[in-house]
């Protein structure tokens, strides 16, 4: 689409909203475009991917364009992002999509080049080398693919292919997925609405398959948010059993129950917790055969499709969500009985949230013996070789970022 002034004013206007970074970027997009529904599908695609572009390259944009204006921001994304020219550009806009071009993005300092805050990068730089640093960072500023999740309790993953007629082929990793190409209305077509698909990034699906949980077992979403590791679940166990699904959110957890009905699932109960100690999850202590616990983090392995988390997250947050991590882990393993599944799981990409949790619940838990995700996997075919903890990464599997842990209670 041609950029047209009336556009880029668009774009303007809605990035002073959400460079305030005062709620999440989707939100405060949304409620843009709801004051301003003259605006077509188009417009919106077009604002949404400047704005995004913006939000994901901040750092080296405001850098090539010598201003952290909004509309100095949105002329770089147009400029260094798609590859728009001075010439397709206002007459006043020329010049300074000029000087952008000429900007020597490699010149500028590490963590600009990453475009993450200083914090961040020294975090990453200080874990891994600079060459595979500035690969993780690099991986988390493209756009996310769209991902499915196959509901195999309704129709095979080929069935499910030849009728979404789209083009899309299966995930490498997970056996229920498919990426599509493009990013089509997906919530409009007849196998999203009678629930034989639902929207899932592939690694956030093999959490599910790491849980592996068999017919008519009790199992527990200990953090299930909206539900959709929840159906995951309830799908590998064939509708039988009992899936608990808790968290502390009533809101969120208001979500799941169109989409379980959906799904056709009724093997789920909802549970919205008061905290970690909360009574009717006490009641469970010692009867569940499985539990996942997908932590509350601070959400980095999400960069792809929430890119204001990294300018939204402080520091000192961090520490605070670790031990946040902790406290939720050791409430939610009470709830195993011997012989149960217990798997930690984040979308973080820091160690302070994932091998540091993990590691510190291994040496306060004894009872608690160490699985081999790798081995827990390839039992089902799937082969990820990431070692005894999952660990997914965008530049290398092609997913959001990734973490869990696996044990059993001896």
């Known amino acids: 689409m041609r950029p047209t002034p009336a556009l880029i004013a668009h774009a303007e206007a809605s990035l002073a909203e959400l460079l305030t970074f005062s709620r999440p970027a989707d939100q405060a997009l949304s409620a843009y475009f709801r004051s301003h529904r003259e605006l077509g599908q188009q417009d919106r695609a077009f604002i949404a991917e400047t704005v995004f572009a913006v939000l994901r390259r901040k750092r080296s ?45 490699s010149a500028f300092p590490e963590a600009v080049q990453a475009d993450l805050p200083d914090w961040l990068w020294g975090r990453l730089s200080a874990e891994y080398s600079a060459e595979e640093a500035i690969a993780i960072a690099r991986g988390l500023l493209n756009p996310a693919p769209l991902d499915l999740r196959v509901n195999l ?55 599910a398959y790491l849980l592996a949980p068999r017919r008519g077992e009790m199992v527990a979403d200990f953090c299930a948010g909206a539900g959709g590791k929840t159906l995951a679940i309830s799908m590998l166990m064939h509708g039988t059993g009992r899936v608990y699904a808790m968290d502390v959110s009533e809101k969120r957890l208001r979500e799941l129950s169109p989409r379980a009905a959906r799904a056709g699932i009724s093997n789920v109960h909802p549970i919205v917790l008061s905290g970690e100690g909360d009574v009717r999850a006490k009641r469970l202590t010692g009867k569940l055969d499985r539990v996942l616990v997908d932590a509350p983090c601070s959400g980095f392995g999400t960069l792809r499709r929430n890119p204001d988390l990294k300018w ?10 670790a031990a946040k991590q902790s406290r939720i882990l050791k409430a939610a393993a009470k709830l195993l009985k011997p012989g149960g599944r217990l798997v930690y799981a984040t979308c973080s990409i820091l160690s302070e949230e994932n091998e540091a949790v993990a590691d510190r619940f291994a040496s306060e838990h004894p009872e608690f013996m160490g699985i081999s995700c790798t081995e827990l996997l390839a039992t089902q075919r799937i082969a990820v070789g990431t070692g005894e903890r999952l660990r997914l990464w965008p530049h290398h599997h092609g997913t959001d970022g990734f973490f869990a842990a696996a044990y059993e209670r001896r």
Not at 312 to 319: D, K, P, S
């Open 61 to 105: 944009l405001e850098m090539a364009a010598g201003s952290a204006a909004p509309h100095a921001l949105a002329i770089a994304a147009l400029v260094k992002v798609f590859g728009i020219s001075g010439r397709a550009l206002q007459a006043h806009d020329a010049d300074l999509a000029t000087r952008i071009k000429s900007a020597q993005t």
């Open 153 to 207: 309790a309704k129709l095979s993953r080929e069935e499910a292919l030849e009728r979404l007629e789209l083009e899309g082929t299966p995930t490498v990793f997970s056996p229920a997925g498919i990426r599509l190409k493009g990013k089509p209305q997906i919530n409009r077509h007849a196998l999203f609405l009678d629930g034989s698909l639902e929207v899932q990034d592939e690694g956030s699906q093999l959490l």
């Open 312 to 321: 939204r997250h402080r520091e000192g947050a961090i520490a605070e969500l």
